[in-house]
């Protein structure tokens, strides 16, 4: 069996195989999507195929919509040569459960695939021809954060983003560039609303697009390429809405086990490439079954009826809400305390970390003991059923392939949001947060963590993060075994508000974490002790 349009027409192969097809007609689908899209979204990675993908699929298999998605990419065009044309736009979604079973399902919304790309005669016109269409809806982003971004730490516009300024809008490059080029086109074009939506995985996500594709246009209007009644109609929400929204789903990179199961059920070509900028892709899509997408109703010339497949729309307050509540309570908080004594105890997988007796109390404790009593409840979802989930379904899901290594990347640039929220409202709802117990011993571990030295005394390479030198320099001299070298080493991070949020000592917790950090410093075998000590 072959994933291809005609691959598909051996139906009765694939559904011996236990593979779900769509009901609707894919070619007559794709043909009435080209001659009239209503839906673009930029950056086609794993999460847009499987989650987004899915979505779509999902209204056209229960007669909800008759059109599917155009697809761009803004940043790796090997992705379109390599995955969407040789296997006809389809997608292999496969669904990881917590049993050991997978549901699959052939994926068949995704029905043009081009590249962003201006230099591209054909693929730019396309695009133009899209955006300036009276009846086209909206354009959204998985592109993650760094695709916003216009300026380097110091303030200053990176050298790529002074080209697209320097050029204007004929000839962008980066992807903020792009699609203010195209909207441009649409204002051209009659004026026409448009909705331009963030699904990336960070907070205020609407507000960051706006601001870069409003700095964009600003810019390019100091040089004449637009004129300032552009940038006011971008910045009227009546005619260009930016809807913020908060989008969870687990989705690792393809696993071999899941290469493996297709090949053995006859399916073909279903190996993994590595793209020439190191994109990591496969024809099928793996993750996890839960799944939420929260969106702003903002949406100026209307939308696809995505609450018929479980999309929540509601108001920006309440998106802000339900972010809050993951990030800085349910889950976010747990991944991190996971990862850095992951790593500490030589685990690979952060599943496995749920068999653990001491980290399954600790990211209980995180979640349930501390960080209920001041959860931000969103109204629309619960808390409390979500972090049950998160405990008793998704993170021990035995069957997902991710690592404490990559969820340990950056996570200076998170604690302050995932533990420092806490901190806070601790702080402004008992005076101080001396009663967290957890919430320190994950801090503590973070510190342990920087060490670069596991609890059996081995040396560990750490992940990348942007303060990995700095904060290296900070504890440098403290040694394994000598819990003394660490004497007024902590204070300089544990009170760096630009860290945390607050200065952890004005929170009463700073000398409790300089404590449980000397205690996992007493030597090999000491983390665990003190682990076991504070959660048992």
Not at 16 to 45: M, N, Q, R, V
Not at 71 to 79: I, L, Q, R, Y
Not at 235 to 255: N, Q
Not at 490 to 499: C, M, V
């Amino acid at each position: 069996m072959k994933l291809t349009l005609e691959g598909l027409k051996d139906k009765s192969s694939w559904e011996e195989a236990g593979i779900l097809l769509p009901s609707y007609d894919i070619s007559k689908t794709a043909e009435k999507t080209k001659e009239a899209p209503i839906w673009i979204h930029f950056g086609i990675g794993n999460i847009f195929r499987i989650f987004i993908g899915g979505l779509a699929d999902t209204l056209l298999n229960e007669g909800k919509a008759d059109k599917g998605i155009t697809c761009v990419e803004t940043f790796d065009f090997d992705v379109v040569d390599k995955i969407y044309k040789p296997y006809d736009n389809l997608v292999l979604g496969v669904t990881l459960k917590a049993d050991g079973s997978t549901e699959k399902r052939v994926i068949g919304s995704l029905t043009e695939a081009i590249k962003a790309d201006s230099s591209d005669e054909t693929a730019w016109s396309r695009l133009k021809e899209i955006f300036v269409r009276p009846d086209f809806q909206m354009c959204s982003f998985t592109i993650t954060e760094k695709g916003y971004a216009l300026k380097g730490s110091d303030g200053q516009f990176f050298p790529f983003i002074l080209k697209d300024i320097e050029n204007g809008p004929e000839r962008p490059v980066s992807a903020m560039a792009v699609v203010t080029a195209l909207l441009f086109e649409r204002f051209k074009a009659g004026k026409y609303p448009v909705a331009v939506v963030s699904m990336d995985n960070c907070s205020h996500n609407g507000e960051k697009l706006k601001g870069s594709v409003l700095t964009m246009a600003k810019e390019w209007q100091k040089k004449d390429f637009v004129p300032e009644e552009f940038t006011a109609w971008l910045d009227d929400e009546a005619c260009v809405g930016f809807p913020w929204s908060m989008i969870d789903k687990i989705t690792p990179r393809p696993a071999e086990s899941v290469e493996k199961e297709l090949e053995a059920l006859g399916i073909e070509e279903m190996h993994p490439v590595v793209t020439s900028k190191n994109t990591y892709i496969a024809p099928f899509v793996n993750a996890e079954g839960p799944q939420y997408l929260v969106i702003e109703d903002q949406f100026p010339n209307g939308r696809p009826a995505l609450e018929a497949a479980g999309v929540y729309f509601t108001d920006r307050e309440t998106v802000n809400k339900v972010e809050r509540m993951k990030v800085t309570t349910c889950l976010n908080p747990l991944h991190t305390a996971l990862a850095v004594y992951g790593c500490l105890l030589g685990y690979t997988l952060i599943a496995d970390e749920m068999k653990d007796a001491e980290l399954k109390e600790l990211v209980r404790k995180i979640g349930e003991i501390e960080g209920m009593p001041v959860v931000t409840d969103p109204g629309i979802l619960s808390p409390k059923d979500f972090l049950k989930e998160v405990l008793n379904v998704r993170i021990p899901n035995p069957f997902m392939p991710d690592t404490p290594q990559r969820i340990a990347t950056d996570t200076s640039q998170k604690v302050g949001i995932r533990y420092g929220e806490t901190i806070k409202a601790y702080t402004e709802k008992y005076g101080n947060a001396k009663k967290l117990s957890a919430i320190p011993l994950a801090i503590a571990g973070w510190l342990r963590y920087l060490l670069s030295v596991d609890d059996e005394g081995n040396k560990f390479e750490r992940s990348s993060d942007p303060m990995l030198e700095e904060l290296t320099e900070k504890l440098s001299g403290i040694e394994l075994g000598k819990p003394e070298s660490a004497e007024g080493k902590l204070k300089p991070i544990l009170s760096n508000a630009n860290i945390f949020g607050s200065d952890l000592y004005q929170a009463g917790i700073g000398e409790k974490i300089e404590g449980i950090f000397m205690e996992e410093l007493a030597g090999p075998g000491a983390v665990r002790a003190t682990l076991k000590k504070y959660l048992r």
